[in-house]
């Protein structure tokens, strides 16, 4: 790993390339690495051992948790919140406002994201503002948001809709009430939130 730059002293515990910028005071935790022609303003909020690819822009209201891979040509605009370990694929989107005109400010009508902890946006989604995509859910590429997800969703198509069920691995589970993982045999069990949408529930190991 090359030393610090000309946007990093010694004592910080982050390492940005000398093409990326900065803006102080921002959070950047231990570890976090931020590549080439990435820019992080002033306020903005990110984790440990988290990694910024090239041209990533992350906002002055923009939160990432610790763990966060972010690919190349991601924008976290403000009100973008990520949890710990989320993986954003390259030129995946992110807006904060759901009917934007150039000629009409609308700072005061930002809409917030959450995405929750370890879930996977594929590449060249979009994610439409103001929903919650829960933990471990798997958003594939080119899918659009349009909804809240459920934790251990995968959501695929435009719109996008949930189609199955992804392990915490990362591995699509079977059908059925009880699917197991067949790659590291975590189960889970179907269920139904308040509003009696389905969702999935991993069984405590036995």
Not at 62 to 85: R, T
Request: with cysteine; charged share 15%; net charge neutral.
């Amino acid at each position: 790993m090359a030393g610090p730059t000309s946007n990093q002293t010694a004592s910080d515990g982050y390492w940005a390339h000398e093409t990326a910028v900065v803006d102080q005071p921002a959070h950047i935790g231990d570890g976090t690495r931020i590549w080439h022609f990435s820019h992080v303003m002033a306020g903005a909020r990110i984790g440990a051992r988290c990694v910024l690819g090239q041209n990533v822009f992350v906002a002055s209201r923009a939160v990432l948790g610790d763990g966060c891979k972010i690919q190349n040509n991601v924008s976290l605009y403000d009100d973008v919140v990520l949890e710990a370990d989320v993986f954003v694929a390259p030129s995946a989107v992110f807006t904060n406002v759901n009917n934007p005109r150039a000629f009409i400010e609308r700072k005061n009508e930002y809409r917030t994201t959450l995405v929750g902890r370890g879930a996977s946006i594929g590449a060249n989604a979009t994610v439409v503002c103001g929903h919650r995509i829960g933990q471990y859910a798997f958003v594939g590429a080119g899918a659009v948001v349009t909804k809240d997800v459920p934790a251990y969703g995968l959501v695929l198509g435009v719109p996008g809709r949930v189609v199955g069920w992804m392990c915490r691995c990362g591995v699509r589970l079977p059908s059925g009430e009880t699917p197991a993982c067949a790659s590291c045999a975590q189960k889970y069990k179907h269920g139904r939130d308040t509003s009696g949408a389905d969702i999935l529930l991993p069984e405590a190991p036995t």
